[in-house]
């Protein structure tokens, strides 16, 4: 094990520079070309020795898989002793709506108790963390800022710190991990869905991420936990990644998860996109949208009890076949402004807009009818601000 933080030297291998609290356990060939990226999950030689013996706590949802096996079952089969799970939002099976508040359960397979890091408190407390040797967190992310599992993240790296218990992280491959866009939130728009100060698509996984969020000292009181990184093999922020297992009901296909970044600003206005249809984030609309060949009518669906327009027939834009820009996509939110002149409709929860823009520039440079370029001039000063400080924490090339 080695403490510090990961830099690539001259020669391709990785070399550590000290760094308080955070250590990563590393492995061979982790740049090898060709080969189809593996989390760190899949790394068992590596963590498994840091569990012996230790009463761990698991912070997991249906994502958290090695191979076809869920890794709360893996770890039990190998004798590990799991004691207690704790869910992200849409819980430890992935079922929740968005935003829906989950209450404490035990999972119905194993009989362990599952505690919710989504309802009425967001971190564990220090009676869950009491009887623990150790924390454990594996959750696929997807690279972009109001993605709440990064605040479970935060919260959870807060709780470790105040209790003096190590955190361990089974890094997973970023399917954005390539873009790096948006503007950067500002303090005062900090909340659940963002609480740093990165662009929307920040380019990182979520290991990085961690150590960044230690490394800036983010956590309250400027607190640094006891991190373990476990890496990903054969990855760079290059590599395709198609994931295996959707990371959230309305995300369940890679284009998706492309265009996520881009559509979620509409949460906050009085569009629709595409929840209660076989199309969540691959499409928006509106019912005052001109009538065109696209339209749909959105009904109950998994992870989408009660849709916006629920009934309603919206007409809009199919975007199953459009080529995805690497870039934040400001294209969406402008033709959809546009089209609907009457801006008190526009922007339907002004401050949930703002929280996920991360300021409030946006929706007035929306409202006003300024142009991709000119939007995007604001947000280069900040975006050169961040890739400084990413540049830091980077595992990867």
Not at 273 to 296: A, I, M, N, Q
Not at 345 to 371: C, R, T, Y
Not at 383 to 394: D, G, S, V
Request: charged content about 20%.
């Amino acid at each position: 094990m080695f403490h510090g933080k990961i830099v690539k030297n001259q020669g391709g291998f990785l070399a550590v520079k000290p760094l308080l609290f955070f250590s990563i356990i590393l492995l061979c060939s982790v740049f090898a070309h060709g080969q189809k990226p593996l989390p760190g999950a899949n790394q068992t030689e590596l963590y498994l020795p840091l569990l012996k013996d230790k009463r761990i706590a698991i912070v997991a949802n249906q994502t958290s898989t090695l191979g076809s096996l869920h890794l709360v079952d893996t770890l039990r089969n190998l004798g590990c002793k799991v004691i207690r799970i704790f869910a992200p939002e849409h819980g430890f099976r992935g079922d929740g709506d968005a935003g829906e508040h989950l209450k404490n359960s035990v999972d119905r397979k194993t009989g362990i108790p599952v505690v919710s890091l989504y309802g009425n408190y967001k971190k564990p407390s220090s009676d869950q963390l009491a009887d623990l040797d150790l924390v454990l967190f594996d959750i696929q992310d997807v690279g972009v800022r109001f993605y709440t599992y990064l605040s479970t993240l935060h919260y959870v790296m807060e709780a470790c710190s105040e209790n003096d218990k190590p955190l361990l992280l089974l890094d997973r491959p970023n399917p954005n991990g390539h873009r790096i866009d948006g503007p950067v939130l500002e303090p005062e728009y900090a909340s659940f869905v963002g609480l740093h100060p990165v662009p929307i698509l920040y380019g990182m996984t979520i290991g990085e991420y961690a150590a960044m969020i230690n490394g800036e000292q983010w956590l309250e009181g400027g607190r640094q936990c006891r991190l373990t990184v476990i890496p990903n093999k054969f990855y760079t922020h290059s590599t395709p990644y198609s994931l295996p297992i959707p990371p959230s009901p309305n995300l369940t296909s890679d284009r998706a998860i492309a265009l996520y970044p881009s559509l979620c600003l509409f949460e906050g206005t009085s569009v629709s996109v595409g929840r209660g249809t076989l199309l969540p984030f691959e499409c928006y609309g509106h019912p005052c949208f001109p009538k065109t060949d696209f339209s749909y009518l959105p009904k109950p669906q998994r992870g989408s009890k009660e849709p916006m327009y629920l009934n309603v027939e919206c007409h809009g834009f199919n975007l199953k076949e459009k080529p995805i820009s690497e870039a934040f996509d400001l294209t969406f939110l402008i033709t959809a402004r546009r089209l609907l002149a009457d801006t008190l409709v526009f922007i339907d929860h002004p401050k949930f807009f703002n929280n996920l823009a991360g300021n409030a520039s946006l929706a007035e440079q929306l409202l006003n009818d300024w142009d991709d370029q000119a939007i995007r001039a604001t947000w280069q000063p900040g975006l050169e601000t961040f890739k400084a400080i990413r540049a830091k924490y980077l595992i990867y090339p």
